[in-house]
C-alpha cells in the first residue's frame, strides 16, 4: 500500500490461512525481504476474505486457492497478472474408529455422503475460504445441503478446524500441507480419504488492480510474483517439506518451473 518515501517499502499480501497456518510464509519470506528490502505484511484470511481485501484496494497482492472466484475477480477488472504458483491437495481426516465408514473411498462426493447419511460430526469452515468453497462443491456433487447438529459450522482458520475436528472426533476436509504440518506436532486424526482429482487444490497469485485501485502498490505486487513463480523460489517451495516424513507440503506449479521441469 501508499508508505512514506523515508520508510522502507511494505507489501500487503492478502492470503490463505493454509499458506500462513502450513509455515510456507514463514519459510519463504525472509528471503524476499533480503533480496529485496520489501517488508511484507501477510493478512491469512480465508480466500473469500482475501478476495474482498482485493475488491477493496486493501491489499496489494493476493495469494489465494479458488480458481473460479479468482477468475471471476479478475474479469471483474480488481486483479492482473494471475499466475500459477503451486498446488497441493485436499484430504478428509476423522476419527480412527470411522463411524462413517469412509476409510480407503477414492470418492470424496461417496464418503460425504456416507458421513451425512450416519450423521457423523463434520467441522465446516465456514468461513467462505477456498476449503470452504471446496467442501461446498463435494456437497453438491452429491447432492446434500449439510444440517443438522452433526454438522458443525466453525467460522475459523484450518488450524482452529484441525483442533476442533480432534477435539469432537469429527471429519473434516483439510488442505494436506496444513494437515501434516500438525502432524509434525503430534496431530491425532489420521486422512482416511485421499487421491480423488476433485480434492486438487492449486494456489494462484496476483496482483490487485492499480487502474481499479491507485492506491495499491503495484511495482513491488509485481515484483513479488515474479520473484514467487521464480525457479529460484520454486525450487525453495519443492524443498519445503513435512518435517517427519520428508513430504513435500506444496508441489511448484509456474510457467516457468513447468517449462524446467517437464
Not at 41 to 63: F, I, K, S
Request: charged share 20%.
Amino acid at each position: 500500500m501508499v508508505h512514506n518515501e523515508a520508510s522502507p517499502p511494505r507489501l500487503i499480501l492478502a492470503t490463505t490461512t493454509s499458506t500462513y497456518d502450513s509455515g510456507l510464509l514463514d519459510y519463504l519470506l525472509p528471503a524476499f525481504k533480503e533480496e529485496t528490502g520489501i517488508q511484507v505484511g501477510v493478512v491469512a484470511v480465508g480466500t473469500g476474505q482475501a478476495l474482498e481485501m482485493g475488491r477493496n484496494g486493501d491489499a496489494d497482492v493476493l495469494l489465494v486457492h479458488a480458481p473460479a472466484q479468482e477468475e471471476a475477480f479478475v474479469a471483474e477488472g480488481h486483479g492482473v497478472d494471475r499466475r500459477a504458483v503451486m498446488y497441493n491437495d485436499f484430504v478428509i481426516v476423522g476419527p480412527e474408529e470411522d463411524p462413517a465408514g469412509i476409510v480407503g473411498t477414492a470418492n470424496a462426493a461417496a464418503a460425504f455422503a456416507r458421513i451425512a447419511e450416519a450423521r457423523a460430526p463434520f467441522v465446516s469452515r465456514g468461513d467462505d475460504s477456498g476449503t470452504h468453497m471446496k467442501e461446498k462443491a463435494v456437497w453438491e456433487a452429491v447432492g446434500v445441503v449439510p444440517e443438522g447438529e452433526w454438522y458443525i459450522s466453525a467460522g475459523q482458520g484450518m488450524g482452529g478446524v484441525l483442533t476442533m475436528a480432534e477435539e469432537l472426533g469429527a471429519y473434516t476436509l483439510t488442505d494436506r500441507g496444513t494437515y501434516l504440518s500438525r502432524m509434525a506436532e503430534g496431530y491425532s486424526l489420521p486422512i482416511l480419504v485421499e487421491g480423488d482429482p476433485l480434492l486438487f487444490n492449486p494456489y494462484h497469485v496476483m496482483a490487485v488492480n492499480p487502474e481499479t485501485h491507485p492506491g495499491v502498490d503495484y511495482a513491488a505486487a509485481r515484483r513479488f510474483i515474479e520473484w514467487l513463480t521464480s525457479l529460484e523460489t520454486q525450487a525453495r517451495i519443492a524443498a519445503f517439506t513435512h518435517a517427519g516424513t520428508g513430504h513435500p507440503l506444496f508441489t511448484p506449479n509456474s510457467e516457468a518451473w513447468r517449462a524446467a521441469n517437464p
